[in-house]
């Protein structure tokens, strides 16, 4: 399990959009070769793509954002946290396991069994709550592979559970036939992990002597052999070098070119028709071309692969106008307040990120009748809604998000029509929130509308226009502007109301509005669809 040592020339200063190396660069680089076709590595042949019917048909997902941070059930960003004196997860680190100079991430690690993990029954529950497509995390900032993995030794294949996450997951989908995502965030694991260096952060192979992670070199899990950013001692800081810039270390070529080989590695293993990167744009933009050449790649093998069908799916961060030419734009935490041109993905959570006992005990997931009214918002405004469902570090879904999901899975049981294989309306919605500005915040995190029965979003499927209410109107009368007589939304004239899960309801159309009755039973308790015929 040697460290593997690739020599190579560095491109030098940072790179434009659409730039490659030089050549001379790239000549003692190992890499992967990437799959040639169709699209070149550059954001000018990308733009050519388009976001294939199947994810924009698809609306919802379901992530396991799964990995050894959950191990500790003590929140997301657990491996980087846990090395700052003073956080709150380093005193939880402490107690639970000792001086993370004794005991540090590389250690959980050892500690995570995943026993209680059963894909099979997970992928057959989440596809029965209405999942068209599920995720799994290939790697977290903590730099571990969840697969058997080529350029990685710490994966769990060999430590940890000692088994193929990935691979697992992607035999449970295709079982059930649910396209397959994975989730690659290693790339900057480079500054992520900088406060272990005052920790057990530059151990080498040689100091695993005796130890159970004897033969396995630390420095291919930290990558700390390097002078550390500027203000690492303050754990907000990464946030502001996200882009490689504001005093960010510069990471290596060989770290860069490792990174490619492992994604390219996974994409080649298991096929997955979504990819999704937890970066600005791409992995190392600006400074380097690995992310448009994992584009390229992607979409090259897909229409190889799919008889020059485009399946595959690539998401990215803060978003450009130029880089939404080329792929998905994700939104993190959060909703724009207008509808988009282009497919996009707002992927959420229902607690945190990775796994924390606390927001359980707290009661601090998204109810189902906020997941449900997010979802009804995305889908208004071209979106699809990816929703992590943390599991706890044993690989168990606990009892409050089986009742969350269960929920779910009953309003989409009446009401998926009005989900699946929709498109915008001519007006997404009305309401006060329709009308409100709602800014975000860098990727996102805009979430936490305060959705009621006044606000109604509208999609269409055929001669039909679903109008969803956010929540029960007050009294049982439901009124929609938009799709008053004479409306400039639609021509025609409405023919006929139907309420799902109930039948067909009374209604009247004038100048005013389209006026519902709605029955005394609800036929749920989230959130009312009407089915509205137009002639």
């Known amino acids: 399990m040697a460290r593997k040592w690739i020599k190579f020339l560095f491109c030098g200063a940072m790179m434009t959009m659409g730039s490659v190396c030089p050549a001379t660069?790239?000549?003692?680089?190992?890499?992967?070769?990437?799959?040639?076709?169709?699209?070149?590595?550059?954001?000018?042949s990308l733009a050519k793509y388009e976001c294939p019917d199947w994810f924009r048909d698809a609306k919802f997902g379901i992530w396991a954002h799964w990995g050894p941070q959950c191990e500790p059930e003590s929140g997301d960003w657990y491996a980087r946290n846990m090395y700052y004196p003073g956080n709150w997860q380093y005193d939880a680190h402490v107690k639970k396991y000792g001086n993370p100079k004794d005991f540090g991430f590389k250690d959980v690690i050892n500690e995570w069994k995943a026993e209680e993990w059963e894909p099979?029954?997970?992928?057959?529950?989440?596809?029965?709550?209405?999942?068209?497509?599920?995720?799994?995390?290939?790697?977290?900032?903590?730099?571990?592979d969840l697969w058997d993995s080529k350029y990685q030794p710490w994966n769990s294949v060999n430590m940890g559970p000692k088994r193929d996450i990935v691979g697992e997951w992607a035999a449970a989908c295709k079982k059930y036939g649910l396209p397959l995502g994975v989730s690659i965030h290693a790339s900057h694991a480079w500054t992520w992990y900088e406060g272990s260096q005052d920790f057990d952060g530059k151990l080498t192979k040689a100091d695993g002597k005796g130890k159970w992670w004897e033969g396995y070199d630390p420095q291919d899990l930290y990558e700390q052999e390097h002078e550390r950013s500027k203000n690492s001692q303050d754990i907000g800081a990464i946030h502001s070098q996200w882009a490689w810039g504001n005093g960010a270390a510069q990471p290596s070529e060989e770290f860069k070119t490792n990174v490619f080989n492992r994604t390219l590695d996974v994409v080649n293993r298991y096929n997955p028709d979504v990819l999704y990167f937890d970066d600005t744009v791409l992995p190392f933009y600006p400074i380097?071309?690995?992310?448009?050449?994992?584009?390229?790649?992607?979409?090259?093998?897909?229409?190889?692969?799919?008889?020059?069908?485009?399946r595959a799916v690539v998401t990215g961060k803060i978003l450009e106008d130029q880089h939404k030419e080329a792929m998905v734009w994700d939104v993190e935490r959060g909703i724009p307040d207008r509808p988009q041109e282009k497919a996009w993905q707002t992927c959420t959570c229902l607690g945190t990120w990775h796994y924390d006992w606390?927001?359980?005990?707290?009661?601090?997931?998204?109810?189902?009748?906020?997941?449900?009214?997010?979802?009804?918002?995305?889908?208004?405004?071209?979106?699809?809604?990816?929703?992590?469902?943390?599991?706890?570090?044993s690989g168990a879904i606990d009892d409050k998000e089986v009742a969350i999901l269960n929920d779910i899975k009953a309003w989409m049981d009446i009401n998926s029509e009005?989900?699946?294989?929709?498109?915008?309306?001519?007006?997404?919605?009305?309401?006060?929130?329709?009308?409100?500005?709602?800014?975000?915040?860098?990727?996102?995190?805009?979430?936490?509308?305060?959705?009621?029965?006044?606000?109604?979003?509208?999609?269409?499927?055929?001669?039909?226009?679903?109008a969803t209410a956010l929540g029960w109107p007050e009294g049982q009368t439901m009124v929609m502007t938009s799709l008053?007589?004479?409306?400039?939304?639609?021509?025609?004239?409405?023919?006929?109301?139907?309420?799902?899960?109930?039948?067909?309801v009374d209604y009247t159309c004038d100048a005013d509005g389209l006026k519902v009755t709605l029955p005394g039973v609800k036929p749920n308790e989230i959130a009312p669809v009407l089915k509205v015929k137009i002639k």
């Not at 680089?29 to 550059?42: A, C, D, F, L, N």
């Not at 906020?370 to 699809?384: P, R």
């Open 25 to 44: 660069a790239q000549e003692n680089v190992q890499r992967e070769p990437i799959q040639t076709g169709e699209y070149e590595p550059t954001w000018e």
């Open 120 to 144: 099979d029954s997970l992928i057959r529950f989440y596809k029965s709550v209405g999942a068209r497509f599920f995720m799994t995390l290939a790697n977290h900032h903590d730099n571990m």
């Open 288 to 310: 380097s071309d690995e992310g448009v050449r994992i584009l390229a790649h992607m979409y090259n093998k897909s229409l190889k692969d799919n008889k020059g069908k485009m």
């Open 358 to 393: 606390g927001t359980y005990e707290r009661g601090g997931y998204k109810s189902a009748a906020q997941v449900v009214k997010m979802l009804v918002d995305i889908v208004s405004k071209n979106g699809t809604l990816l929703l992590s469902v943390p599991l706890r570090g």
């Open 418 to 466: 009005s989900i699946y294989d929709t498109r915008p309306w001519t007006m997404f919605g009305e309401g006060p929130l329709a009308e409100a500005v709602n800014p975000m915040n860098a990727q996102g995190f805009n979430e936490g509308q305060n959705y009621t029965g006044a606000d109604v979003r509208y999609v269409q499927k055929g001669k039909y226009v679903y």
């Open 484 to 504: 008053r007589k004479g409306s400039p939304y639609y021509k025609g004239k409405v023919k006929s109301v139907e309420l799902l899960g109930y039948g067909k």
